[in-house]
Every structure is written in C-alpha cells, then in structure tokens.
C-alpha cells in the first residue's frame, strides 16, 4: 500500500528509505535515490537538487512499487534492470548473475593481452570463446573494445542467451559474437582441432556448503551461476578437462575465482599439462579489495615446451 498524502520529491524519497531500513536493505540512501532517479529519468545526483518538485500520480506508483520490490531483499539491479559494466549498461533479469566489479577485473586482464597481441599482430582476428556468458557482460564488453575480435559466447540457459543477445544488439556488436547453446561442463564451441585465442570464464565457485550463507541478494540470483560444488571448483575442472579441445598454442585460459582458490587452481592448470598440451605457470592478478580474483595461464606454444 502507497503512503498517501505525501507528494514530493524529498518526501517520497525520506518515505523510501525508511521503508528498506525496516527490510535490512543496506545502503539505504543510496537505493532510494537510484530508485527515484531511474523513475525521474535523471542521474543520481540531480534527484535531491529539486526536493519541491511534486511527483506525478504514475512516477509515485512507480517508485513505490520499485521500493517494495527491492524491500523483499531483490537485488537492485533486478529491480532497475540494468547493471554498469565495464562503461556500459548491461540488461539483467533473474535468470542471470548480476555482472560485479570483481568480473570487471578479469575483462581488464584480457583487454591487456589482447591488446600486446594486436601490437604484435595488428591485422589479426582473435577468436575468444566465454563459457557461461549468463548476461552477456563479458562478451559485450570485449566486443565493445576489441573492434576486430570474433567471440564465442555459450551458455546451457536459453533465457541467458537471450539476454546477452539483446545485450549486444544494444550496443551494436552483435554482427561479432555467435551465441551457443552449450554445456559449460563440454566446452566446445565448434570443432576443427584448437582453434581459440582466448578461453574465458566467470565460473560457478562458490561451494555447496556455503551457498545458504550469501546475502538474501544473491540467494534470488540463479544458483546453477553459484553453485560450484563440494570446493567450488567443479567447473573449473570441467573447463581445464576441455581446454585442450578449444585453446590453440600460445592462447590464454583467464578465470574469475573466489577467494582462497588461487593455488588450488594454479595446481590443478599445472596438473592439467598432458600429453603434448602444456600451460606456462599459471598468474595471478588481485583485484581492487586486494583478494585473489583472476587466474591467467598461456598454452605454451610447441617450440618453448621442447
């Protein structure tokens, strides 16, 4: 029910933010002033520089309703329907994993690669694949810098593809990314021998156990995107069993990982050198709250592993 005789601005913003403090929202301020902005059409800041202004009877439903919406503890990007990322806007709905800073760091890391290659390699095409492209963030965002690269972005979600389709047709890139319907746990996005220049991934790796402890947040986000079994490393091993199918001599393999999983990791790409297929020792990059995040490994091009 809609608070009545309250009109403007700075009342229905006061109105809001007392209503996520009773539902244990965090940061309630800043949701209630992103809600009222994204219905007012204005940027965050400009939202308190008219508190006199008198809200319509339609923006008024709308606020209220986006306000409960997010007092039942959904995350506010679901609520927005949107998520910045990397520059952009990314469209999310419940059926993806709400894009994070933290995945931010893993596109800067091949954006860094991809560009010394091209340095190297001004005219070539590189072909990078994403497994488990849930939003399409990712790809879009590669896409988006990388002018002349080729992606390949799978998912086993159809509801996901869709989305990261209608990600890349908002930011006209979609003409340079193939979207497949595949298994993560079979990660081949075509066959003819190795082939990819870039093996990319954001994986499931919280573990099972832990998966009830998360925020009421990410409990309404899919936890087929969360769940990354007994140690959270289910899918890493997966895509490290497919790796040899896809990546080509001197490709990078780069993985978002949760905390506490970086030497675990790095051992398992070090156990995963076999039978003519060898990775470099394996890197590992911070990110901005100094945890572990992104693991990078080079497939070692045949003349450095003789």
Same mark, same amino acid.
């Given at each position: 029910?809609?608070?009545?005789?309250?009109?403007?601005?700075?009342?229905?913003?006061?109105?809001?933010?007392?209503?996520?403090?009773?539902?244990?929202?965090?940061?309630?301020?800043?949701?209630a002033?992103l809600?009222?902005?994204?219905?007012?059409?204005?940027?965050?800041?400009?939202?308190?520089?008219?508190?006199?202004?008198?809200?319509?009877?339609?923006?008024?439903?709308?606020?209220?309703?986006?306000?409960?919406?997010?007092?039942?503890?959904?995350?506010?990007?679901?609520?927005?329907?949107?998520?910045?990322?990397?520059?952009?806007?990314?469209d999310?709905? +419940? &059926?993806?994993?709400?894009? %994070?800073? /933290?995945? #931010?760091? =893993?596109?800067?890391?091949? @954006?860094? *690669?991809? !560009?010394?290659?091209?340095?190297?390699?001004?005219?070539?095409?590189?072909?990078?694949?994403?497994?488990?492209?849930?939003?399409?963030c990712?790809?879009?965002?590669?896409?988006?810098?990388l002018?002349t690269?080729?992606?390949?972005?799978?998912?086993?979600?159809?509801?996901?593809?869709?989305?990261?389709?209608?990600?890349?047709r908002?930011?006209?890139?979609?003409?340079?990314?193939?979207?497949?319907?595949?298994?993560?746990?079979?990660?081949?996005?075509?066959?003819?021998?190795?082939?990819?220049?870039f093996?990319?991934?954001?994986?499931?790796?919280? +573990? &099972?156990?832990?998966?009830? %402890?998360? /925020?009421? #947040?990410? =409990?309404?986000e899919?936890? @087929?995107? *969360?769940? !990354?079994?007994?140690?959270?490393?289910?899918?890493?091993?997966?895509?490290?069993?497919?790796?040899?199918?896809?990546?080509?001599p001197?490709?990078?393999?780069?993985?978002?990982?949760?905390?506490?999983?970086?030497?675990?990791?790095?051992?398992?790409?070090e156990?995963?050198?076999?039978?003519g297929?060898?990775?470099?020792?394996?890197?590992?990059?911070?990110?901005?709250?100094?945890?572990?995040?992104?693991?990078?490994?080079?497939?070692?091009?045949?003349e450095?592993?003789?």
């Open positions: 029910m809609r608070p009545q005789g309250i009109a403007t601005a700075a009342q229905w913003l006061s109105r809001g933010e007392e209503q996520l403090r009773r539902s244990g929202v965090p940061e309630t301020a800043a949701n002033e809600l009222l902005a994204h219905v007012l059409g204005l940027q965050r800041p400009a939202v308190k520089a008219f508190p006199d202004r008198v809200l319509t009877e339609k923006e008024r439903h709308h606020f209220w309703h986006l306000v409960l919406q997010r007092s039942r503890r959904m995350p506010l990007a679901y609520v927005l329907g949107f998520q910045p990322f990397m520059g952009i806007d990314i999310v709905t +419940p &059926s993806v994993l709400v894009p %994070r800073p /933290e995945t #931010e760091q =893993l596109v800067e890391a091949v @954006l860094e *690669l991809a !560009g010394k290659e091209l340095e190297s390699h001004p005219d070539k095409t590189l072909q990078i694949v994403e497994l488990g492209t849930g939003s399409g990712i790809s879009v965002a590669l896409a988006c810098r002018k690269a080729l992606l390949y972005a799978t998912d086993i979600s159809q509801a996901a593809l869709q989305l990261a389709e209608r990600n890349a908002k930011h006209h890139v979609e003409s340079r990314i193939r979207f497949l319907r595949e298994d993560i746990f079979k990660p081949e996005a075509r066959g003819g021998g190795p082939w990819a220049d093996l990319v991934a954001n994986p499931p790796y919280v +573990p &099972s156990s832990q998966l009830r %402890r998360l /925020e009421p #947040e990410v =409990l309404q899919p936890f @087929l995107a *969360l769940d !990354g079994g007994k140690d959270g490393l289910e899918a890493v091993r997966a895509i490290l069993a497919g790796a040899p199918r896809l990546l080509k001197g490709g990078w393999l780069a993985l978002e990982i949760g905390e506490r999983q970086a030497e675990p990791v790095a051992k398992m790409i156990r995963a050198s076999s039978g297929f060898v990775f470099a020792q394996a890197e590992i990059r911070k990110d901005l709250q100094g945890a572990e995040r992104v693991v990078l490994a080079r497939r070692t091009p045949p450095a592993s003789k």
